[in-house]
C-alpha cells in the first residue's frame, strides 16, 4: 500500500475531523489518482484551494500523487510568494460577481445592497448553478459541499457563518470587499440596476403616507421596484457600516 503525507493550512481545516486539523497524516492508496481527487477524497472542495505544494514544488490539480509525497496544500489569501507558483485558476477581478445556492437568499439580497452583481433564485437546480458559475465567471456561494466539488466549478466558497449578517461579514472578508462596495447600485430584489427619478414619475407606485413625507425617490431599471431613503433605509446603512469597519 503506498503513504502520501498531507498538511492542510489555515480555514481549509474547517472541512477536516477534529483529529486531522493543523496537523500532518498519512494517507494510503492503491490507486493512481490526481491530488485534486485525492484532496476531495478528504471532503475539502477544490475551488477553496490556491496552492498546492508536493514535496516544496508547486503543483496544479492534475499532478498525480506518488508514494512518499509530502503534500501541503493552502487556501486563498496564503501569503506565499513562489517564483514557480502554478495558478491553479485565473485571478478574480476586484469587484467579483456572485451567484448563490438557494439556502442564501438574504445574504444575496445583502450583497446586492452593498453593491455586487449578485445572482438569487430560489429553484436553481445545482447543475444549473455550477454551469452559471463557470459560464460567466462567477464565484459560487453555498452550503453544500458537494456542489462545490462539481468538476465545472472554478470559482467558489462555502459560507461558514449561519447567522445572516455574519455571512456578509464573511463574503466581505473573505473575498477583501471594503474598498469596493457601492451601496444600493443593485436591486435588492432582482438585481437590476438602481438609479434616482423624479417623485412624480413614481406617485402611482407608492403609499399615500410615503408620498407625503418623501421625496428622494429610486427605481430598478428591471423590475421598476421604488425605493426611498425611510427608517428601513437607515437599518440597511447601519449594517453596512458595521461590516466596513469591521465590528461583525
Sequence with gaps: MNRAHFRFHGDLN???????????FTHTFDWRG????????FGIPHPEIELI??????VGFDYIVQ??????VYPAFN?????????????LPQRPAFILDQ??????AY??????DTLYRNDYHDEELAQVSHDQGRVLLTRDVGLLKRSIVVYGYFVRETNRHRQLAEIIRRFNLVGHTRPFAYCMKCNGLVHGIAKNLVLHQLQADTAQYYDEFYRCDTCEQVYWKGPHHKRMQALIEEVIRGEL
Design 67 to 72: 508514494p512518499d509525497d509530502n503534500i501541503h
Design 34 to 41: 490526481s491530488v485534486k481527487d485525492m484532496i476531495e477524497s
Design 14 to 24: 474547517f472541512f477536516l475531523p477534529r483529529g486531522r486539523r493543523d496537523t500532518g
Design 53 to 58: 505544494l508536493a514535496n516544496n514544488v508547486s
Design 111 to 116: 450583497l446586492r445592497m452593498l453593491g455586487f
Design 103 to 108: 439556502h442564501l437568499g438574504r445574504l444575496a
Design 79 to 91: 501569503g506565499l510568494d513562489l517564483p514557480h507558483k502554478i495558478s491553479l485558476r485565473p485571478p
